[in-house]
């Protein structure tokens, strides 16, 4: 049986990531076999054009085919081989976080993210995506009180981060069932009830 796809969404700061965890642990408790992982990279390949795309100033139309080319390594060698295994795949970030970043915050034509969609991965989509959503200024908070250096994405003004949110929310409300909306501006143990809630409704 094949397994199932789930992926974790958000601007940065929402906090999606200390989740990640959690969910893992949750599906293998129910006798899962879950293979964690993350976009941009995922492969030896994709992590290397983790650290361009993260750091390295370049033109949005190669940033975009970047992120698609790194996907495409990690869909080959990781998510597809594992799901037709019956494994369960979680990821940081998918395609929708390029339709937000680069389509939202950057501005690009969503047409071209549509035929890169497509041409990569058209034919498989995430069973579930958990959008982690809050208000940037809360987001911002966060993201200074790390002591690491910013990646050139989370460094950029609030009005990207504001379209990346809005383009996020649009995504997800043209998704159907697909993605949830989870408020993210709510204490830690509450949001982890919900996300717990709406994998377990999957795991039937």
């Known amino acids: 049986m094949r397994g199932k796809f789930i992926t974790f969404e958000g601007i940065d700061g929402a906090g999606k990531s200390s989740h990640i965890a959690g969910v893992c642990e949750l599906l293998r408790s129910?006798?899962?076999t879950v293979v964690s992982t993350r976009e941009p990279g995922g492969t030896p390949l994709g992590e290397k054009l983790r650290e361009l795309l993260l750091h390295e100033p370049m033109h949005l139309e190669t940033e975009a085919m970047l992120m698609f080319a790194a996907r495409r390594e990690h869909l080959a060698a990781v998510i597809e081989p594992a799901l037709a295994r019956g494994d369960w795949v979680?990821?940081?970030?998918?395609?929708?976080?390029?339709?937000?970043?680069?389509?939202?915050?950057r501005g690009l034509d969503r047409h071209k993210l549509l035929d890169l969609e497509h041409w990569v991965?058209?034919?498989?989509?995430?069973?579930?995506?958990?959008?982690?959503?809050l208000p940037f200024a809360v987001a911002r908070e966060r993201i200074v009180l790390q002591t690491r250096e910013l990646d050139r994405f989370e460094q950029e003004r609030a009005d990207f981060h504001e379209r990346v949110r809005q383009a996020y929310l649009e995504r997800a409300a043209a998704s159907g069932q697909r993605m949830h909306v989870i408020d993210a501006d709510r204490p830690r143990e509450q949001i982890k009830k919900t996300v717990e809630e709406i994998v377990s409704s999957i795991c039937r």
């Open 30 to 32: 129910r006798g899962l």
């Open 121 to 133: 991965h058209g034919h498989l989509q995430p069973d579930l995506t958990l959008l982690f959503d």
């Open 90 to 105: 979680v990821c940081d970030r998918f395609s929708d976080a390029t339709y937000a970043y680069q389509g939202g915050g």
